[in-house]
Nanobody, 123 residues
Framework: VQLQASGGGLVQAGGSLRLSCAAS????????MGWFRQAPGKEREFVTA????????YYADSVKGRFTISRDNAKKATYLQMNSLKPEDTAIYYC?????????????????WGQGTQVTVSS
């Protein structure tokens, strides 16, 4: 099983980035997919999750209205569109896959994790 996150980079505050997560070796369409992030010196935190069919999505309050998660089951990929980025969004972003039914915010529900992609937002 492999989850390959990409699309991170350096962007100015107010800018946008689109992260992608390509999955292989698992039944992607049967998995809830989530994005988490970890800033230096901080705990890993939930960002957003989307259920297997995309019919239910959950966002952390800190990103609601700015970030959008989506998925393409045919391509075995999930995406995170990040707009109006703030310096506090700076972190390593991880995609993860879970077998739970709902859009879980609990890291313990996720069985597989990608390697992370760095997002840096300058002020």
């Amino acid at each position: 099983v492999q989850l390959q996150a990409s699309g991170g980079g350096l962007v100015q505050a107010g800018g946008s980035l689109r992260l992608s997560c390509a999955a292989s070796g698992l039944a992607f369409s049967m998995r809830t997919m989530g994005w988490f992030r970890q800033a230096p010196g901080k705990e890993r935190e939930f960002v957003t999750a989307i259920t297997r069919s995309g019919d239910s999505i959950y966002y952390a309050d800190s990103v609601k209205g700015r970030f959008t998660i989506s998925r393409d089951n045919a391509k075995k990929a999930t995406y995170l569109q990040m707009n109006s980025l703030k310096p506090e969004d700076t972190a390593i972003y991880y995609c993860a896959a879970a077998l739970v039914y709902g859009p879980s915010a609990a890291a313990r529900d996720y069985n597989y994790w990608g390697q992370g992609t760095q997002v840096t937002v300058s002020s």
